[in-house]
């Protein structure tokens, strides 16, 4: 966590590649998002941060197609969209991490991980039942591209395990594992530091900063260890009620008095 | 002879993706082949081919299908007999009227009627989950069962509704006698067993456990889940179908929709439970074990019986011995859940983990 944010800009941050525009997403008469607009940028690490039920996960949701807001528009890669769906989210390159963990509990580590790529796989059923040809070239193909995840990641000993068997900490490290595997350009992080220790936290921001760096991936995350968020991110959104109440570096958000009021507290 | 691994360095993915990456369970295959094509064929008689091999394979083969909807893509079903009588009578069909056609061919057709049956059925699985989607694959139960006797087509306009299934032949080689006809079932189990392991061991298999233990992941990693779940009842029901067409050809001889009734579906489903879910191993287990264990009751309880009248000259009446087989059947599988809720296949995988380590503790 040493790493200042000065030192994350001389990655270059680049273009916008993601603009949500006036986003609202509204349950039944429960207003979840009003009105929301911001952008991302090319490389960028990208902080939502809120207090609970401020909506920053429904951001999320609205990002990669699970939910569809009523009003509003989303640009990914300068496409224009009323909304996302899923399946066309992933295919052109966003991929996530949840909040409560959601890896396939009775899989190993190793497929758990295969499974993010599962779109870069074109072979038929019944190729695949064959296991020749086309199939077999592809499983050994994306199981070399997985095992430089498993090394980046560092999971290398527990690649056979179930993923059920693991601790919490090693759990986020893998379900953030099958994230990459997709080779995302666009990563959403939903609190990928949530009930850690500090080691593990640690271990977790060398990953994301790591991630961004080596791979140039642009980075949307929640998390609400604010000593964090002000660390490694290089712009920041803050959410309260479902509305946008502050946008800018850390110094600047830091600085705002209506983010002071709502989220830090005035004795801040 | 150890089972361990120490020693088996794998330097290519290749070798570590391979089916059995243990030489011990190569060997162990090996030989289980080597069983059950050359030494069984020499050493059963007619009894155990047609009483208790074939059958226990043809149920292992549905089993093995409704495996791979319920275990492997997590969709409860109740309709495998059902499936197993569009096969049957798919087949049937097939030979009857189209000339010169293929029995194996004929066997394949009848697969993929019933993968396309199943596909309708399974449609409700998109909004439909658990216990409820059951309750709506019973509804292919009945309504297969129902399509059957209303429309006399389907069995020829025979008057009694029973017909005989037509005589099997491949090729000019007649397969009617019992020795024949295991060859035939077993050779199109293991084929099909190996195309099972084939699909659960590659991305549309990691796609079937990814809807069943987390849908929102697996929608958010991009598979599409109608498809796959769709997918599941295809190749679930295909699997059937075929398990239908053996059924009705190389077991009973006949082609009859009094065969496939929800009780066989329960049959199915309880060889599932018992063997493991998840597991292909699992499904033969399973199927040994509901077949199997009743003859061996049985005979048993006959063997108890002689041996009381030689004793005292008295013997218990046949309406207790008949029931006895059944309470002790019931509570068997009772003892089986409790001692291992995941199945046979998990007792079989936690020996092989001991076994690793023995003689040591740990």
């Known amino acids: 966590m040493s790493l200042s944010s000065s030192m994350n800009n001389e990655r270059g941050v680049g273009e916008i590649i993601l603009q949500l525009d006036s986003i609202s997403l509204a349950f039944g008469g429960i207003k979840a998002l009003s009105e929301i607009s911001f952008d991302v940028r090319e490389h960028e690490i990208r902080a939502i941060i809120g207090p609970n039920g401020a909506g920053k996960s429904s951001m999320l949701n609205v990002i990669n197609g699970v939910y569809r807001p009523?009003?509003?528009?989303?640009?990914?890669?300068?496409?224009?969209?009323?909304?996302?769906?899923?399946?066309?989210?992933?295919?052109?390159?966003?991929?996530?991490?949840?909040?409560?963990?959601?890896?396939?509990?009775?899989?190993?580590?190793?497929?758990?991980?295969?499974?993010?790529?599962?779109?870069?796989?074109?072979?038929?059923?019944?190729?695949?039942?064959?296991?020749?040809?086309?199939?077999?070239?592809?499983?050994?193909?994306?199981?070399?591209?997985?095992?430089?995840?498993?090394?980046?990641?560092?999971?290398?000993?527990?690649?056979?395990?179930?993923?059920?068997?693991?601790?919490?900490?090693?759990q986020?490290?893998?379900e953030l594992a099958r994230a990459l595997a997709a080779e995302p350009t666009l990563l959403l992080l939903d609190e990928p530091m949530a009930g850690m220790n500090v080691e593990e936290k640690q271990d977790m921001c060398r990953f994301v900063l790591d991630v961004n760096e080596q791979y140039g991936t642009t980075i949307v995350l929640i998390e609400h260890d604010m000593g964090v968020v002000m660390d490694i991110?290089?712009?920041?959104?803050?959410?309260?009620y479902g509305k946008k109440i502050g946008d800018g570096t850390p110094d600047e958000v830091r600085a705002n008095q209506t983010v002071i009021d709502a989220y830090l507290g005035v004795a801040h | 002879?150890?089972?361990?691994?120490?020693?088996?360095?794998?330097?290519?993915?290749?070798?570590?993706?391979?089916?059995?990456?243990?030489?011990?369970?190569?060997?162990?295959?090996?030989?289980?082949?080597?069983?059950?094509?050359?030494?069984?064929?020499?050493?059963?008689?007619?009894?155990?081919?047609?009483?208790?091999?074939?059958?226990?394979?043809?149920?292992?083969?549905?089993?093995?299908?409704?495996?791979?909807?319920?275990?492997?893509?997590?969709?409860?079903?109740?309709?495998?007999?059902a499936f197993m009588a569009v096969g049957a009578f798919a087949a049937y069909n097939f030979v009857l009227r189209v000339p010169g056609m293929p029995l194996l061919l004929a066997f394949v057709l009848a697969?993929?009627?019933?993968?396309?049956?199943?596909?309708?059925?399974?449609?409700?699985?998109?909004?439909?989950?658990?216990?409820?989607?059951?309750?709506?694959?019973?509804?292919?139960?009945?309504?297969?069962?129902?399509?059957l006797v209303k429309f006399p087509w389907f069995s020829n306009y025979s008057s009694s509704g029973v017909i005989t299934a037509q005589k099997m032949e491949i090729l000019g080689i007649s397969f009617?006698?019992?020795?024949?006809?295991?060859?035939l079932v077993v050779s199109l189990v293991a084929l099909l067993a190996l195309a099972a392991k084939n699909?659960?061991?590659?991305?549309?298999?990691?796609?079937?456990?990814?809807?069943?233990?987390?849908?929102?992941?697996?929608?958010?990693?991009?598979?599409?889940?109608?498809?796959?779940?769709?997918?599941?009842?295809?190749?679930?029901?295909?699997?059937c179908g075929v398990a239908g067409a053996l059924y009705a050809y190389a077991y009973l001889g006949t082609v009859e929709p009094e065969a496939f009734t929800l009780d066989l579906s329960f049959r199915i489903l309880f060889m599932v439970i018992i063997g493991g879910a998840a597991s292909i191993l699992g499904s033969f287990l399973g199927a040994a074990f509901i077949t199997l264990l009743p003859i061996l009751l049985s005979v048993l309880v006959h063997a108890m019986n002689e041996l009381l009248q030689d004793l005292v000259h008295a013997s218990l009446p046949a309406s207790i011995t008949s029931n006895m087989e059944f309470v002790v059947f019931g509570a068997l599988i009772i003892f089986f859940l409790i001692v291992e809720p995941h199945g046979l296949a998990r007792l079989w995988q936690i020996g092989k983990e001991k076994l690793r380590l023995w003689p040591f503790p740990h």
């Open chain 2, 1 to 81: 002879m150890l089972y361990r691994e120490a020693g088996q360095f794998k330097t290519t993915y290749a070798a570590d993706q391979q089916i059995f990456p243990i030489r011990q369970d190569r060997i162990g295959v090996v030989v289980l082949l080597v069983v059950a094509f050359l030494v069984i064929p020499v050493v059963a008689n007619q009894y155990w081919f047609s009483a208790i091999l074939v059958p226990t394979l043809i149920f292992a083969l549905a089993a093995l299908g409704l495996n791979i909807l319920t275990g492997y893509a997590g969709q409860l079903s109740l309709g495998s007999a």
């Open chain 1, 172 to 174: 986020k490290r893998v």
């Open chain 1, 70 to 170: 009523q009003q509003g528009t989303i640009a990914f890669h300068g496409q224009v969209r009323r909304d996302m769906n899923t399946h066309h989210a992933a295919a052109q390159g966003i991929a996530r991490t949840f909040q409560n963990i959601a890896l396939f509990k009775g899989m190993s580590v190793l497929d758990n991980i295969m499974s993010g790529r599962n779109l870069k796989m074109r072979a038929t059923l019944v190729e695949q039942a064959i296991y020749w040809g086309r199939a077999r070239r592809e499983e050994l193909e994306n199981r070399r591209r997985v095992e430089e995840v498993i090394d980046f990641l560092e999971i290398q000993h527990i690649r056979k395990t179930p993923v059920g068997r693991l601790p919490y900490g090693l």
């Open chain 2, 199 to 239: 699909m659960v061991r590659s991305s549309i298999g990691r796609a079937w456990m990814a809807v069943r233990d987390m849908d929102v992941a697996a929608e958010v990693i991009g598979i599409r889940i109608l498809r796959t779940k769709l997918m599941a009842f295809a190749v679930s029901s295909f699997y």
């Open chain 1, 233 to 240: 991110s290089d712009r920041v959104v803050v959410l309260d």
């Open chain 2, 111 to 147: 697969g993929c009627c019933a993968a396309l049956v199943g596909i309708v059925f399974g449609l409700p699985s998109l909004r439909i989950k658990g216990f409820y989607l059951a309750v709506a694959t019973l509804a292919a139960q009945f309504f297969v069962v129902w399509a």
């Open chain 2, 176 to 183: 009617d006698t019992p020795l024949m006809k295991y060859l």
